[in-house]
């Protein structure tokens, strides 16, 4: 079936480097793109989302970037922290709201002192 | 805003009994909730839809009569893991939308169950 998937399942960066995590999917009726964070034991936190009509949105450090064309979507983090180690998930939803989400595996961010 | 909570956050059973694991919204209404679960080191995987007043949507493969879900109300949905084996030991997260139709969950704090 479709999915959604993560090129690289361990990233590690500087303290105070940015970094970018990528996503992949296969699903062209996603619509929906959303990036969430889990800290060891807890659940996903939200970080940020987009909708298909657009190509990028900026919040807080960090930044979505939806590649249509190509079917990639990637996630920023500018000026990494110790607190920003965690894994991070992409999700797409292409139900219109009606299903859930679809997740894909995950990438382990270690940021390094 | 956005709050989702369950509870208990961690529960160890005897193979053979059953357990209830609580998702609540505390500042909004909540009309879906879904149920993930998540083993070491791997993805959230979709179980179940949960409908308030109606009954629930499960993903292929996940059995209805072991893993029961109610959604009584808007602000709450449970999820009971029945005559729990060895290999339902997961972590179990809920989560809730806090508007009708739009896509963005928040996820509760998980539960990590261990049946013995």
């Known amino acids: 079936g479709e999915s959604v998937g993560l090129h690289l399942p361990t990233l590690s960066v500087q303290e105070g480097d940015n970094s970018i995590i990528n996503c992949a999917y296969s699903n062209s009726a996603s619509d929906y793109f959303i990036w969430y964070k889990q800290e060891s034991g807890k659940g996903p936190q939200f970080i940020i989302d987009?909708?298909?009509?657009?190509d990028k949105r900026q919040g807080q450090r960090v930044t979505v970037l939806l590649n249509k064309t190509v079917k990639h979507l990637s996630l920023q983090i500018a000026a990494t922290q110790p607190g920003d180690s965690a894994v991070y998930f992409c999700a797409e939803n292409s139900g219109g709201g009606a299903d859930g989400l679809t997740f894909g595996k995950g990438t382990h961010l270690i940021i390094q002192p | 805003g956005a709050v989702v909570s369950q509870h208990p956050s961690r529960v160890i059973c005897k193979s053979g009994t059953s357990v209830k694991i609580e998702c609540r919204s505390l500042?909004?209404?909540?009309?879906?909730m879904f149920w993930y679960r998540q083993f070491p080191k791997q993805s959230l995987m979709l179980m179940a839809t949960s409908n308030e007043g109606s009954k629930a949507t499960y993903e292929q493969g996940v059995e209805k009569d072991k893993f029961l879900i109610n959604h009584a109300s808007l602000t709450l949905s449970t999820l009971t893991v029945t005559s729990a084996h060895p290999e339902d030991s997961s972590f179990y997260i809920c989560?809730?939308?806090?508007?009708?139709?739009?896509?963005?969950?928040?996820f509760g704090p998980g539960t990590r169950l261990t049946v013995l």
């Open positions: 987009i909708r298909s009509n657009m």
């Open positions: 989560s809730a939308r806090d508007r009708p139709g739009q896509p963005t969950e928040f």
């Open positions: 500042d909004f209404q909540a009309t879906t």
